[in-house]
C-alpha cells in the first residue's frame, strides 16, 4: 500500500484553463518531486521541493509551478493549459534518494 | 543530459519462462532504481542498485548492476502473469532527479 496519496485520480480540462494537483507525502519524506508521463514514454522530471522551497527543476516552462506545505502535502499548479499538457501526473517522496523514492498511483489529466 | 535506454521495448513470453530486461546509461550510473508500472497507474518500487557488481533479489526477480558497462538488468525466473506490467529503469540524475527509461512492456500469457 503506497504512503503516497494524489488527487484527483482524473481530471478533464479545456485548453487555457488552470488546472491543480494535490499530493499527500509519507509523514518524515521532506523530499516532493513531480513527473509528467506521457503515453507510452517514461515519466520526466518537472520539479524538486525539499522543506517548502524549490530544490530543481526540469525542462518545463514557468507556467508549471509547485508549492509544498509543513504537513508534507504539496501542489502542482499548471497554468493556461495546452493540448500536449495530457498525461499521467505522477508525485513522488523520499526521506532520501539512498532509500529511493514512494510514488502516488498519479492523475490522469486530460486537456481537451 | 543523461539518458537511459531499456531493451526490449516488449516482451510477450509463456508463463513459467525466463526473461531479461536491459537498461543502459549513456553516463556513468551512481544509482539505479527498478519500478513496475501496472498501464496508467503510478510506479511500484522493485529495487535500488548502487554499487558496481550489486546483484539483488526479492521473490523471482533479480537485478543486477554492471557499473563499467554503464548497464543493468532485471531477471525474472519462471514469469508469471502477475509479473505482467511495464518496467522502468530510473537512474540517479543527481540533485535527487530521476530519470527514467521509455519503459519496457511485459506479457505473460498463461
Known amino acids: 500500500e503506497t504512503g503516497v496519496t494524489q488527487s484527483p485520480t482524473h481530471l478533464i480540462k479545456t485548453r487555457g484553463q488552470q488546472v491543480t494537483l494535490r499530493c499527500s507525502s509519507q509523514s518524515g519524506h521532506n523530499t516532493v518531486s513531480w513527473y509528467q508521463q506521457a503515453l507510452g514514454q517514461g515519466p520526466q522530471f518537472i520539479f524538486q521541493y525539499y522543506r517548502e522551497e524549490e530544490n530543481g527543476r526540469g525542462n518545463f516552462p514557468p507556467r508549471f509551478s509547485g508549492l509544498q506545505f509543513p504537513n508534507y502535502s504539496s501542489e502542482l499548479n499548471v497554468n493556461a493549459l495546452e493540448l500536449d499538457d495530457s498525461a499521467l501526473y505522477l508525485c513522488?517522496?523520499?526521506?532520501?534518494?539512498?532509500?529511493?523514492?514512494?510514488f502516488g498511483s498519479g492523475t490522469r489529466l486530460t486537456v481537451v | 543530459s543523461q539518458e537511459l535506454e531499456q531493451s526490449p521495448q516488449s516482451l510477450i513470453v509463456q508463463e513459467g519462462k525466463n526473461l531479461t530486461i536491459n537498461c543502459t546509461s549513456s553516463?556513468?550510473?551512481?544509482?539505479l532504481y527498478w519500478y513496475k508500472q501496472k498501464y496508467g497507474e503510478g510506479l511500484i518500487f522493485l529495487m535500488m542498485l548502487q554499487k558496481g557488481g550489486e546483484e539483488k533479489s526479492h521473490e523471482k526477480i533479480t537485478a543486477k548492476l554492471d557499473e563499467k558497462k554503464q548497464q543493468s538488468s532485471l531477471h525474472i525466473t519462471a514469469s508469471q502473469p502477475s509479473h505482467a506490467g511495464i518496467y522502468l529503469c530510473g537512474a540517479d540524475a543527481g540533485s535527487e532527479k530521476l530519470v527514467f527509461g521509455k519503459g519496457t512492456k511485459l506479457t505473460v500469457n498463461p
Open positions: 513522488a517522496s523520499s526521506a532520501h534518494i539512498v532509500y529511493g523514492y514512494t
Open positions: 553516463k556513468t550510473l551512481y544509482g
